[in-house]
């Protein structure tokens, strides 16, 4: 993200629009053709007027966007678990670890003893 505004010129369903943002104009670009494309496959599978098509457009990419944000918090979600399961079996192999030790130490006493 930038510190500075800049002024992007796009053109969307034909129309050319100027956005002033703090992203990088590549950014933007890629977002306006984001829009362009869904607005150009509305219109070629509906009959909508471009008002309409801007809704839609925007409803479905809401759709996108809600859809990415609970897969991103099920990912998060898995991946505390995974952490969790990682953390325990860390745990009982440090357990694991101190018994092997003592065993160790007790059979090399027991040796010592023979």
Do not use: C, F, H, W
Request: net charge neutral; proline share 3%.
């Amino acid at each position: 993200m930038q510190n500075q505004k800049t002024r992007v010129t796009v053109r969307i369903a034909g129309k050319d629009y100027t956005i002033a943002s703090y992203d990088p104009p590549a950014y933007v670009n890629r977002v306006a053709a984001y829009v362009d494309r869904k607005m150009n496959e509305l219109s070629l599978a509906t009959r909508l007027p471009a008002g309409q098509l801007a809704v839609l457009a925007a409803v479905n990419a809401t759709d996108d966007m809600m859809k990415s944000r609970d897969e991103i918090d099920r990912l998060r979600r898995e991946a505390e678990a995974l952490r969790e399961q990682l953390e325990q079996a860390k745990a009982e192999l440090e357990v694991r670890d101190k018994e092997l030790e003592r065993l160790t130490m007790a059979l090399e006493a027991k040796r010592d003893d023979v």
